[in-house]
């Protein structure tokens, strides 16, 4: 069983900046996609970004590009969530999940969910 667990969400002004953070137990996390995925309130949820098992490519939603960063530390089994210029419409629950296989947006490519984390951005 993978647990994967999110932390770094919190208050900040627009124009500020978060780091998020996702801890994944399990021996093979460098094998797989991670993601980023949030979810407004009344919305669906939606892709942020994702990151091969290597760390080597990269995905944004056309919403974040320029702004936010996915990376990995293998060693730590840790996936983050760089996040500058934040707007309002940010404003999201953000969860990580690690993808079945290939890289995806889709939510059912992805087998295992964090219980997410709180970003607000006020204007």
């Known amino acids: 069983q993978v647990q994967l667990v999110e932390s770094g969400g919190g208050l900040v002004q627009a124009g500020g900046s978060l780091r998020l953070s996702c801890a994944a137990s399990g021996r093979t996390f460098s094998s797989y996609v991670m993601g980023w995925f949030r979810q407004a309130p009344g919305k669906e949820r939606e892709f942020v970004a994702a990151?091969?098992?290597?760390?080597?490519?990269?995905y944004y939603a056309d919403s974040v590009k320029g702004r936010f960063t996915i990376s990995r530390d293998n060693a730590k089994n840790t996936v983050y969530l760089q996040m500058n210029s934040l707007k309002p419409e940010d404003t999201a629950v953000y969860y990580c999940?690690?993808?079945?296989?290939?890289?995806?947006?889709?939510?059912?490519?992805?087998?295992?969910w964090g219980q997410g984390t709180q970003v607000t951005v006020s204007s």
């Open positions: 990151i091969s098992g290597n760390g080597g490519s990269t």
């Open positions: 999940a690690r993808a079945r296989g290939y890289y995806s947006t889709r939510l059912n490519a992805y087998d295992y």
